[in-house]
């Protein structure tokens, strides 16, 4: 199994979701988070004086799904996240051990 966590631009989240349910992804968690890589934030002004933005506001889409579905995941989320332009984000793919649903008790791909 793999866990593919994908920080996005806000306004892609719906796109990116629609694009997810095609590569038939069960469930998805989705955390509203703040950073920042190559992009560097911004200058903006308030009340005349000028500070830096920092931290931008991002979207992290955490789905785990079995090997096999995997690349189809990543590339439905480069295809629909992407602008062409700096600040895009980043997926991050790991191996996944274990899982096991809490209600039922399934473990293993069962339980995603």
């Known amino acids: ?9 806000h306004f892609k989240l719906e796109e ?3 694009g997810l349910n ?8 989705v955390t509203e988070v703040r950073g920042f890589g190559r992009q560097k934030g911004h ?3 308030y009340r005349g004086s000028e500070y830096t933005v920092d931290f931008l506001p991002k979207v992290k889409l955490d789905v785990i ?3 096999s ?8 989320i480069v295809e ?3 602008t062409g332009q700096i600040g895009d984000g980043k ?22």
Do not use: H, P
Request: cysteine-free; glycine content about 6%; aromatic content about 4%.
């Open 1 to 9: 199994m793999k866990r593919i966590e994908a920080v996005i631009r």
């Open 16 to 18: 990116v979701k629609e």
């Open 22 to 29: 095609q590569v038939n992804v069960q469930g998805m968690t």
């Open 43 to 45: 200058k903006e002004k």
């Open 65 to 67: 799904v079995s090997d």
């Open 69 to 76: 579905q995997a690349q189809a995941v990543i590339d439905k």
């Open 80 to 82: 629909t996240a992407r």
């Open 91 to 112: 997926i991050f793919v790991s191996e996944f051990d274990e899982i096991i649903r809490i209600r039922t008790g399934e473990t293993g791909e069962g339980a995603i």
